[in-house]
Nanobody
Framework: QVQLVESGGGLVQPGGSLRLSCTAS????????TGWFRQAPGKEREFVAL???????QHADSGRGRFIISRDNDKGTVYLQMNSLKFEDTAIYYC??????????????????WGQGTQVTVTS
């Protein structure tokens, strides 16, 4: 089993920045890709970004150019740097880990482990 814990959410003004962290514990060698998803009130959960074992990354159009996913292997942590935040970025952000390579690793079905989520609220 793998446990994922998110942190770093909070309140921020439009145009501001936040860095989310996702720390993994347990059988972390099991993970082939780690992703960030978000769910806004009244909406379905959507893909934000992912990073694969080999280091390649993928970002959703909604955050491209503003959000950057990265990782620190020594710390077992994946980060999501979010810049130029907008009201529409308000959501609960979830970290997820997948243990099988998938051609559709930007979809929820490609993930086996999920964190509890961290709230990000963009407000003036």
């Amino acid at each position: 089993q793998v446990q994922l814990v998110e942190s770093g959410g909070g309140l921020v003004q439009p145009g501001g920045s936040l860095r989310l962290s996702c720390t993994a514990s347990g059988k972390t060698w099991d993970i082939t890709h780690t992703g960030w998803f978000r769910q806004a009130p009244g909406k379905e959960r959507e893909f934000v970004a992912l990073i694969r074992t080999g280091g390649s990354t993928q970002h959703a159009d909604s955050g491209r150019g503003r959000f950057i996913i990265s990782r620190d292997n020594d710390k077992g942590t994946v980060y999501l740097q979010m810049n130029s935040l907008k009201f529409e970025d308000t959501a609960i952000y979830y970290c997820a880990g997948g243990r099988r390579f998938s051609a559709t690793d930007d979809r929820e079905e490609a993930y086996d482990y999920w964190g509890q989520g961290t709230q990000v609220t963009v407000t003036s």
